[in-house]
């Protein structure tokens, strides 16, 4: 399932590609007709995301509500021109200028909203920490008086917005957090370091479209970054995600994999183990 980072480069890539024009929408799949008929022709005005979904506002208090799901995607094809970029597959909504054609597929959700329902949406998400001024506080009171595990919590969107399954196992082995502890016993000084993980390394994956978290591509594409040019990376790397049974680069343990809130947790027993 796409993360937060995905979303917030999509909104981002949307916003450059549309914002201010009046694109054509519509739907070739049939599925959302209606509502892309609401849309086409006004003028795009902005998009955002906050965690997992995607707002992008249209002039006349219309907002296109997106939430990938799964399976869903949304791709933009630039230098493109209408008429002459295929439909391939079931393409719920079609955004295309003369310059830009936008295809959304297979999304969980697909919706057109007013700004009240865009903030009854919001104010059910906790914080993203790629949102301007985002509170983890507000995750704090949340996890700190919860007996599910940190693991759980982590998934959970009205806790934490945007952290999905790769992030949630990646930062809590960065951290030394046994996974299976009880939000109401993690400590304060735990849930700042992994805020303040998440609130790092999440800009890293905007910038490279991918999830880094090994230190040493974390600093690779920090000094890139920093030269303003990053190379695409070729592989992802991670601590535990998807390594179950190989050895903790770390420690040497061999790395644990279990379902938790739905989707495999992998952590290390030796490196997270409870203080
Ligand atoms: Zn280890």
């Given at each position: 399932?796409?993360?937060?980072?995905?979303?917030?480069?999509?909104?981002?890539?949307?916003?450059?590609?549309?914002?201010?024009t009046q694109?054509?929408?519509?739907?070739?799949?049939?599925?959302?007709?209606?509502?892309a008929?609401?849309?086409?022709?006004?003028?795009?005005?902005?998009?955002?995301?906050?965690?997992?979904?995607?707002?992008?506002?249209?002039?006349?208090?219309?907002?296109?509500?997106?939430?990938?799901?799964?399976?869903?995607?949304?791709?933009?094809?630039?230098?493109?021109?209408?008429?002459?970029?295929?439909?391939?597959?079931?393409?719920r909504?079609?955004?295309?200028?003369?310059?830009?054609?936008?295809?959304?597929?297979?999304?969980?959700?697909?919706?057109?909203?007013?700004?009240?329902?865009?903030?009854?949406?919001?104010?059910?998400?906790?914080?993203?920490?790629?949102?301007?001024?985002?509170?983890?506080?507000l995750?704090?009171?949340?996890?700190?008086?919860s007996?599910?595990?940190?693991?759980?919590?982590l998934?959970?969107?009205?806790?934490?917005?945007?952290?999905?399954?790769?992030?949630?196992?990646?930062?809590?082995?960065?951290?030394?957090?046994?996974?299976?502890?009880?939000?109401?016993?993690?400590?304060?000084s735990?849930?700042?370091?992994?805020?303040?993980?998440?609130?790092d390394l999440?800009?890293?994956?905007?910038?490279?479209?991918?999830?880094?978290t090994?230190?040493?591509?974390?600093?690779?594409?920090?000094?890139?970054?920093?030269?303003?040019?990053?190379?695409?990376?070729?592989?992802?790397?991670?601590?535990?995600?998807?390594?179950?049974?190989?050895?903790c680069?770390?420690?040497?343990?061999?790395?644990?994999?279990?379902?938790?809130?739905?989707?495999?947790?992998?952590?290390?027993?030796?490196?997270?183990?409870?203080?």
């Amino acid at each position: 399932m796409p993360e937060g980072h995905t979303l917030y480069r999509l909104a981002r890539d949307l916003d450059a590609a549309y914002r201010g024009t009046q694109p054509e929408a519509t739907s070739p799949q049939g599925k959302f007709a209606a509502g892309a008929a609401l849309l086409s022709g006004r003028t795009f005005v902005h998009a955002t995301s906050w965690g997992k979904h995607l707002f992008a506002e249209f002039d006349g208090d219309a907002c296109l509500h997106v939430h990938l799901g799964l399976i869903g995607t949304f791709t933009i094809d630039e230098h493109a021109y209408v008429g002459e970029v295929p439909v391939v597959g079931q393409v719920r909504l079609r955004l295309a200028t003369d310059a830009h054609v936008a295809d959304l597929r297979g999304p969980n959700l697909c919706a057109v909203i007013t700004p009240e329902q865009v903030e009854a949406v919001t104010a059910r998400l906790g914080p993203d920490p790629l949102r301007p001024d985002p509170d983890p506080d507000l995750a704090w009171r949340g996890i700190s008086r919860s007996g599910r595990t940190v693991a759980e919590l982590l998934m959970d969107q009205s806790v934490l917005a945007g952290v999905g399954n790769v992030y949630r196992s990646e930062v809590l082995f960065r951290q030394r957090i046994d996974p299976f502890r009880p939000g109401k016993e993690l400590r304060r000084s735990s849930w700042d370091a992994i805020w303040l993980d998440l609130v790092d390394l999440l800009p890293l994956g905007v910038a490279t479209g991918k999830i880094v978290t090994v230190a040493e591509q974390v600093e690779q594409v920090r000094s890139e970054l920093a030269e303003g040019q990053v190379d695409p990376l070729t592989a992802r790397t991670s601590y535990v995600y998807k390594r179950q049974g190989e050895p903790c680069r770390v420690c040497g343990s061999r790395i644990r994999t279990r379902e938790v809130a739905g989707r495999n947790l992998f952590w290390c027993g030796r490196c997270q183990r409870r203080r």
